[in-house]
């Protein structure tokens, strides 16, 4: 009976890193894109500028 509960905690241990390292992607993932978000709106704003400055 102890090997059966061992093996089943072995098992939700497991279960538990792959969804971290799921997690982890994500939010790797996420943060890339928030940045690249933030260059693009950034260049967007400078655009802006120039054009109402040369209105």
């Known amino acids: ?3 059966f509960y061992a ?3 072995r ?4 279960t ?3 969804l971290q390292d799921k997690v982890n992607c994500l939010r790797t993932s996420d943060h890339s894109k928030v940045t ?3 260059e693009k709106m ?4 400078i655009e802006n500028q120039t ?5």
């Open 1 to 3: 009976m102890t090997q």
């Open 42 to 45: 950034t260049k967007l704003k």
């Open 51 to 55: 054009l109402k400055s040369k209105s």
């Open 16 to 18: 538990h890193m792959n």
């Open 7 to 9: 093996m089943k905690l």
């Open 11 to 14: 098992d939700a241990n497991k």
């Open 36 to 38: 690249s978000l933030q």
